[in-house]
């Protein structure tokens, strides 16, 4: 599986009971998106054997410290590593200041570049786009502006099957065959057809992280059938009074988002510190969406 999404932290606001504060890796095809850096990131991705090394980008829904605070150590230790390749880093507006001064009075020049996107608060906008994969942000409902972001897996190309190829095909011939192109002969018939000498495509997959976010059916429209999706469940539906004050949802809330946005699985994640034990939330949310799991520190989540 070349989609494949790692829990590195899974609590709010404080650690406690064994969790960490907010933050995972999304591995696709070895490429490695890290989402949000909570406290304690860096010792996480070290617990998990997740090599710092290959994160290339790392995407932060906004600028409450349970999502950042673990953002400037896991920078200095790249520094002091040696790290030289430039680090991709998308964020809300005032974290580059953030950066900048702390970096500022530690007399700290990082050894490698960092370039920096802004995401616009309130609004959905491309961040990233390349040959594989598009990441894009959209807004969510919490007291201060918060991003989501959307991973979309470009379409494939056909795969290569050698007991199929016809005799004497030519590395040219072969990337036609890649992109769904029939081989044809000198006078522009089709020799060989496409459809029998090669696979069909491996599935695109889609993974949407809703950060701090109270209950908005408005997410729909950026979320729907989606194959996993990260939804927060801070508290259980009896503190729904209290999710909605604090602008957080309950674990019901989020089953219920999943079902109308017809999701694949749906992943619960930042929760409260009153919750000791995790398996109430994880009931309460699959008496309305079966799919549903809790996003446990060092689980694995894959669409399949």
Not at 170 to 189: A, H, M, S, V
Request: hydrophobic share 35%.
């Amino acid at each position: 599986m070349s989609f494949v999404l790692k829990i590195l932290g899974s609590n709010s606001a404080a650690p406690a009971h064994n969790r960490n504060q907010t933050s995972q890796v999304l591995v696709v095809d070895d490429e490695h998106f890290l989402i949000d850096c909570g406290e304690g990131t860096q010792l996480q991705l070290k617990k998990y054997k997740v090599k710092a090394t290959k994160i290339n980008h790392i995407f932060i829904s906004h600028l409450h410290g349970d999502h950042y605070y673990g953002l400037i150590g896991l920078l200095s230790t790249m520094h002091l590593y040696g790290r030289k390749a430039r680090l991709f880093l998308y964020g809300p507006p005032g974290l580059s200041e953030i950066l900048s001064l702390q970096f500022k009075y530690s007399n700290t020049t990082l050894n490698f570049p960092i370039q920096f996107k802004e995401w616009v608060p309130g609004t959905s906008e491309v961040l990233l786009e390349n040959q594989k994969i598009t990441v894009s942000s959209f807004p969510v409902s919490h007291r201060i502006s918060c991003s989501g972001f959307l991973f979309r897996e470009k379409p494939k190309n056909r795969r290569i099957e050698k007991s199929l190829l016809p005799p004497n095909v030519t590395p040219t011939l072969i990337i036609k065959l890649k992109n769904g192109e029939d081989l044809l002969d000198e006078n522009g018939n089709i020799k060989y057809k496409n459809s029998e000498v090669t696979l069909p495509p491996r599935p695109s997959y889609s993974y949407a992280y809703c950060a701090d976010t109270k209950y908005e059916e408005s997410l729909i429209q950026y979320i729907a059938s989606v194959d996993m999706l990260y939804h927060e469940g801070t508290f259980l539906d009896d503190m729904r009074e209290r999710a909605e004050l604090t602008f957080h949802s309950t674990a019901a809330q989020a089953a219920t988002l999943a079902l109308k946005a017809g999701v694949g699985k749906l992943i619960l994640g930042h929760f409260s510190t009153r919750y000791k034990e995790l398996n109430p939330l994880l009931e309460e949310a699959l008496t309305v969406f079966k799919e549903s799991y809790l996003g446990i520190e060092g689980t694995d989540f894959s669409p399949a």
